[in-house]
């Protein structure tokens, strides 16, 4: 019996519902891990003296960055843990079980004690909730660019599976956010250093629970319900089959990870330690900034589904090569406050190219049984190598009189990435989601 037309755009409606539903699901799941997981190094410079009483800044900050980097090194354990999950159990239950765990991390910070209540313990517990955080943080990449990539059509996958950084970037505004309000309208300085940074750990805490409500009510995507057979085959004996796939993901992720933890995470600490701008503008700064970065995903995605996604990675390996030592150097120096702004807007433009489509490139390298696992772990790999180490390393060049190393650093690792995406095939026409 054939369908009527009607019956045919009511199908089609019906099914763009239930792809947005579960887009809509995943992503703010997303959203929540990644508020908790940008809590810490908002609030950073808050929380530093509570957990490493040093009168020197920089060397608090230096202590703060330091299991924030330590974080990263739990994200290869995350990835390969809840990769494996997502492709022998289901998509579904792996982020529903991530977002869970973050949970736990922030409500284990909002409640830490301080280094004059317990001494060294302190610093300890803040370093063991930031390695459960980074568990949960490192299976969620691979896991939600796999959901997003396989519920979105052929024709609009660039575009949805933007919204991964959209919600990415979105959970570092809303702990810029929540820190605006603290600072300007709820909280003295004094209040702020001394107890007020808890709070943002504590809603991230209840935010976390909310998202696992809604992670329990999004379906499971077709890919891995037809190929849950294979995904019992799995695992890393079954990674190591997709060598060349494995070693494009690093490439991929090395140049794009360092350059967006530059430009967004410890940007806004750079502001205030070397442009030397008060915390509260400083904020404010990045919180714009941020908004006009979050906004740009989707356009860029969109851009991909037209011209592919090769084109937008090349534009950001070459700007990113010949523009980030200008753009910081300029920054360093700069005393305008638009100049400043407009220099961060347009070093996020710049990464846009890589962050509105990297989740969709790397899923679209690897088959559904092992998509998840691949997507995850040589990117978390990367990611706690580069990324987590960038924002110390930054310090630490600046402590030792020699920040500009940093930037020349920063931009020889895109040229590294742009040599791969110059060789790369367009995984936009060669996609393995459609297999």
Same mark, same amino acid.
């Given at each position: ?110 409640? @830490? ?117 294979? @995904?019992?085959?799995?695992?890393? @004996? ?88 200008? %753009?910081? %150097? ?54 706690? %190598? ?7 390393? @930054? ?37 393995? %989601?459609?297999?």
């Amino acid at each position: 019996m054939h369908k009527t037309a009607d019956t045919l755009q009511k199908d089609e409606i019906k099914d763009v519902e239930h792809r947005l539903k579960s887009i809509f699901g995943g992503s703010i799941g997303n959203l929540v891990e990644w508020y908790d997981w940008y809590t810490y190094s908002a609030f950073a410079l808050y929380f530093s003296p509570i957990f490493f009483p040093n009168s020197n800044p920089t060397a608090q900050l230096l202590g703060t960055a330091g299991i924030f980097a330590v974080g990263f090194l739990m994200r290869p354990i995350g990835g390969w843990l809840f990769g494996s999950i997502a492709d022998k159990y289901g998509r579904k239950k792996s982020m529903t079980l991530s977002v869970f765990i973050m949970a736990i991390g922030s409500l284990m910070i909002g409640l @830490a004690p301080g280094y004059n209540q317990i001494g060294v313990a302190a610093p300890l517990l803040l370093l063991f909730a930031r390695l459960i955080q980074g568990l949960s943080t490192g299976g969620e990449y691979g896991t939600s660019a796999t959901y997003l990539s396989e519920m979105a059509t052929k024709k609009h996958r660039g575009f949805y599976s933007s919204f991964q950084y959209v919600t990415l970037i979105g959970g570092q505004l809303l702990a810029l956010g929540i820190q605006l309000i603290l600072q300007n309208w709820l909280l003295t300085s004094a209040e702020l250093h001394a107890w007020g940074w808890r709070i943002p750990f504590f809603i991230g805490a209840i935010l976390s629970f909310t998202a696992l409500y809604l992670r329990r009510h999004i379906n499971e995507t077709s890919a891995f319900k037809s190929t849950s057979e294979k @995904a019992q085959k799995g695992g890393i @004996a079954a990674l190591l089959d997709y060598p060349k796939e494995v070693l494009t993901v690093v490439g991929l992720t090395l140049g794009g990870t360092i350059a967006f933890y530059t430009f967004s995470t410890y940007m806004q600490k750079f502001l205030v330690n070397t442009v030397h701008l008060t915390k509260e503008k400083s904020t404010i700064l990045s919180f714009v900034s941020l908004l006009v970065f979050a906004f740009l995903q989707p356009l860029f995605g969109l851009l991909s589904d037209k011209i592919g996604r090769k084109p937008l990675l090349i534009g950001f390996g070459i700007l990113g090569t010949l523009c980030t030592y200008p %753009i910081l %150097i300029t920054l360093t120096f700069a005393t305008s406050t638009t100049l400043i702004f407009l220099l961060m807007v347009g070093a996020l433009i710049i990464v846009s190219g890589y962050t509105s489509i990297n989740a969709v490139v790397k899923a679209e390298l690897f088959p559904a049984h092992i998509r998840a696992l691949g997507v995850g772990l040589p990117y978390a790999l990367t990611v706690a %190598i580069f990324g987590g180490t960038a924002e110390y390393l @930054a310090l630490w060049f600046k402590n030792i009189g020699h920040e500009n190393y940093f930037y020349i650093y920063v931009s020889f690792c895109v040229l590294i990435s742009l040599i791969l995406y110059s060789t790369m095939k367009d995984t936009k026409h060669h996609s393995k %989601i459609e297999d």
